[in-house]
């Protein structure tokens, strides 16, 4: 199965807002609502950040936000601040009984 | 506090055995299914493998299939992995992940992870 694909890196000001990727296929992120997203600081476990395509858990801020359009999902950070640099990950089910995760994303806050 | 610790990692020789532990608490262990998700040194994360709450139906991914057993021992609310066969593309620290649902196929999302166990594959 091919990991997703997001973009290597993204980045944007303080206060800005900035939009990661994650595109796969109609056997993947087009077939099923099961798309999650993963916020990773440098040596820390990962952090749920949505899932289901869009929902938060308890706890994450309503600065994040998920979507998906097609075989696209998308993270959505508003309201950008230095907390938020890390790697965020995406992931989706990929059907018979399988998930596939997104190659990752650095996020820099200049 | 709800967490997970995994333990059990370590330097195993190609074609060795490991088996890790990851010891839950904070939560009803058995009304929840756990996965293994793994991160090569400097690359990103892959699901190894789940199993599910109260039954126990076990999920793997292709590559690790008929090598790792997944298990639980709700008893002890205690997650294992044991791997066998192990190869050095196994390397990788092996994270223990809560998913939000009894059932894996409710969710495919992971809520709680622990703070990873390392494995090195190498001779």
């Known amino acids: 199965q091919s990991a997703l694909t997001q973009p290597p890196s993204a980045s944007g000001s303080p206060g800005q807002s900035v939009t990661i990727s994650c595109t796969g296929t109609?056997?993947?992120?087009?077939?099923?609502?099961?798309v999650s997203w993963y916020q990773q600081h440098p040596g820390k476990a990962p952090k749920l950040m949505i899932y289901?395509?869009?929902k938060r858990p308890s706890g994450v801020p309503d600065r994040f936000s998920g979507s998906k359009s097609g075989n696209t999902a998308s993270l959505t950070v508003s309201g950008l601040q230095a907390v938020d640099e890390a790697d965020y990950y995406c992931?989706?089910?990929?059907?018979?009984?399988?998930?596939?995760f997104g190659g990752g994303t650095k996020l820099t806050v200049l | 506090e709800v967490q997970v610790l995994e333990s059990g990692g370590g330097l195993v020789q190609p074609g060795g055995s490991l088996r890790l532990s990851c010891a839950a608490s904070?939560?009803?262990?058995?009304?929840?299914?756990m996965s293994w998700v793994r991160q090569a040194p400097g690359k990103g994360l892959e699901w190894v493998s789940g199993?599910?709450?109260?039954?126990?139906?076990?999920y793997y991914t292709d590559s690790v299939k008929g090598r790792f057993i997944i298990s639980r021992d709700n008893s002890k609310n205690t997650l294992y992995l044991q791997m066998n066969s192990l190869r050095g593309e196994d390397t990788a620290v092996y994270y223990c992940?809560?998913?939000?649902?009894?059932?894996?196929?409710?969710?495919?999302?992971?809520?709680?992870w622990g703070q990873g166990t390392k494995v090195t594959v190498s001779s």
């Open positions: 992940a809560k998913v939000p649902s009894e059932w894996l196929s409710y969710a495919w999302a992971f809520d709680i």
């Open positions: 904070g939560f009803t262990f058995s009304t929840y299914a």
């Open positions: 199993i599910t709450g109260g039954v126990g139906i076990t």
């Open positions: 109609s056997s993947d992120v087009g077939g099923y609502n099961y």
């Open positions: 289901e395509v869009s």
């Open positions: 992931s989706s089910y990929a059907g018979s009984d399988n998930l596939v």
